[in-house]
């Protein structure tokens, strides 16, 4: 019900949009979703050939199976970063997976390993899966995509994949559900099977308990640091059910979790989207805020605990960060809220290290027209340049009254 409520209010704020949208001169837009590409796009990721690529949570066939006949989503790429589109992959139908909603993650040969929020089976709880490439000619001029299911979420191993994955060295994947029957979300690693169906192996690495002991609702995905350990924060759980920050140690078989940092409301409350290290091992990341301002946090680990630090969002300034963030070589933050900046549609923003704290600045905000509307996260930051997508906006006939989305590149002054 909040979700539809959200949803419905977002769409009417899109009405009202003003009637000349401002733009920055670095700003430039590099694909508008028309629904059969796609609509609401998400985060995007880049190889090491300047390619983009993105899922979009809806849109594509129109025809699949799914509540409201809005198309199950799709696989999309930008060749070399610009406005050079082409759809990989349009999800069929409510077994084959839909509602792709988490960032891609790219692994050798250039595959794709995603996930679905929905389906996978018939009546299913999300799925992952791979997108490999493979030459259609002698000359490899031409490519054709071949999608493989490697494993369908059913109702009591887990549901709400929406933090995305993570490969390690020797190519097993790492990510977390939301909830699992009954209790309140894990994390899991997915290694290749041997099976004659393709399907992987699934491994529970914890499976939260919720507060005040725990956390709950892994939202974001889980990051390693060099020594091989993961970190990875809940939206809610902990000492006064606010979110934690936690930690996944290898012990032999197994995994042991630490609890780094309960959120007391004071220091922040509900830390979504993904974690960043820095070069000395620090931690950032994002709070959404809710019912105070939204915040950047920085945690420092030591062991099993560790010494966190919050920059507020005053207002004026961006809010609802439901996402994380990138740095540059400099240790500049850059992020983007889905509310907030000028218009209200949500703003990139840009933090700078400022004595004990750090500086705010205003890179770009979205008017809800053309440009875009809502703005998701993390950014891709390469050679100076910024990219990202918003869910919404763009074309107004798309999806009407809210637009189905774009991409859009921003050039560093």
Known sequence: MKARLLCTLMALALLVA???PTSAQSFQLLHTFEGTDGIAPGALVMD??????GSAAE???????????????????LTNGTSAFSTLYQF?????GWTPNSPLTIGTGGILYGTTLDGGIEGGYGSVFRLRPTCKDLGCQQMVWNKTILYRFGQCDGAGTNGGLVLDTIGNLYGTTVEMCGH?????????GHNLDGTWNLARLHIFQGPPNDGRWPEGPVVFDQAGNLFGSTLGGGTLDEG?????????????????????????KDPLGSLVFDPQGNLYGVTYGDSQPSSVF???PSGCSGNLTRSPFVPGQTQALASGLVMDQDGNLYGVSQRGGEYGFGAVYELTP??????????????GQSDGAYPQGPLVLNGGKLYGSTTAGGDGNCNPGRGCGTVWMITMN
Do not use: M, R
């Not at 309140?184 to 290749?192: D, H, I, K, W």
């Open 244 to 268: 934690t920050v936690y930690k996944l140690i290898p012990q032999g078989n197994g995994w042991s979790e630490c609890v780094l940092h309960s959120f007391t409301g004071v220091d922040g």
């Open 18 to 20: 003003p009637a000349q």
């Open 59 to 77: 849109g594509g066939i129109i025809n699949c199976s799914v509540p409201g006949n809005i198309g199950c989503g799709t696989i999309f790429k």
């Open 48 to 53: 090491q050939a300047g390619n983009l690529y």
């Open 184 to 192: 309140t979300g894990q994390v899991y690693e997915l290694s290749p």
């Open 92 to 96: 069929q139908s409510n077994a084959d």
């Open 298 to 300: 920085e945690f420092t």
């Open 354 to 367: 400022a004595g004990s704290g750090w500086a705010y600045s205003a890179i770009y905000d979205f008017t």
